[in-house]
């Protein structure tokens, strides 16, 4: 059993990934590398550390940071903070002292039980709406092991659970681990084709869509079909249409959308992340309603 994993978040009162008030746990690591990703903080494995200079002031304090880092990962250039982040360790220390919290480390180690107390505190409200806890990303299934003994444990004490994954993982595995621990499944189709998928994410969607199909054909559970719209590249009428025949090739009738949100922009700076695809806007309702007649057309 993998005695610790690696959490970047843990969001409560959330409503938006599943029935009733849910507490949802971010798990980090992810084998996609999608290049609109909502969560990049997500994408690797183990600690990450925020670095966000219009919080740093260096001339009001001692510079506490500068002591700490034993790698001089950070030095002071023009009386600006500079973050070296190949020679950073990613070790926290700086984050502990840097009391304006321009330096913070993304993420903890929690083993099983310590997770299991952060969220079965909530389970008045689970209980009173129908709630429980989803397990999300990065891609949750990273850390399979793990995941199999905390949904055990939640649903001991009568906690429903689900997952949000795009669908990468090892499906023996998925069947023998998780499922039978599971109340619902999110899975996030992104792209058909399989160049395309390798452009934007990094990898073949083969292994996806047999997921996909194996799941919708042996789960007793319900398996949910999400379709993040990304403007140009998930949401154009060739992508869309195509889901749509592979859909129905296979008599999977029902399908939900998830319109595009801006907001992961902010983060790019903060990890120092270097990506082509920078879409600032949001989606108008005239353009998600196309994308649904799309869907609903082919």
Partial sequence: M??????????????????????????????????WCQNPEGIAPGPSLSFRPELCHPDDCDRPCIKACKTKALTLQDQLLRLDRERCDKCGRCATVCSRHALEQVGQWLNVDELFYRVAIDKPFFDATGGGVTASGGECTTQMNFLHEFFKKLKAVGIRTAIETNGMFNFGRFARLLLPWLDLIYFDLKLIDEAAS?????????????????????????????????????????????????????????????????????????????????????????????????????
């Fill in 2 to 35: 993998d005695s610790k994993a690696y959490i970047f978040d843990i969001k409560r009162n959330t409503s938006e990934d599943g029935p009733g008030i849910r507490t949802t746990v971010f798990f980090k690591g992810c084998p996609l590398n999608c290049s």
């Fill in 198 to 298: 390798i452009r934007h994410t990094g990898h073949s969607n083969r292994h996806i869509l047999d997921n996909l199909l194996r799941l919708t054909e042996s789960a007793e559970i319900p398996v949910k079909i999400r379709i993040p719209l990304i403007p140009e590249i998930t949401a154009t009428d060739e992508n869309l249409r195509g889901i749509a025949r592979f859909l129905r090739e296979h008599r999977i009738k029902q399908v939900s959308v998830l319109p595009y949100n801006p907001l992961w922009l902010d983060k790019l700076q903060r990890f120092d992340m270097d990506v082509e695809y920078r879409h600032g806007a949001f989606m108008s309702d005239a353009e998600i309603e196309h994308c649904i007649d799309c869907l609903q057309a082919s």
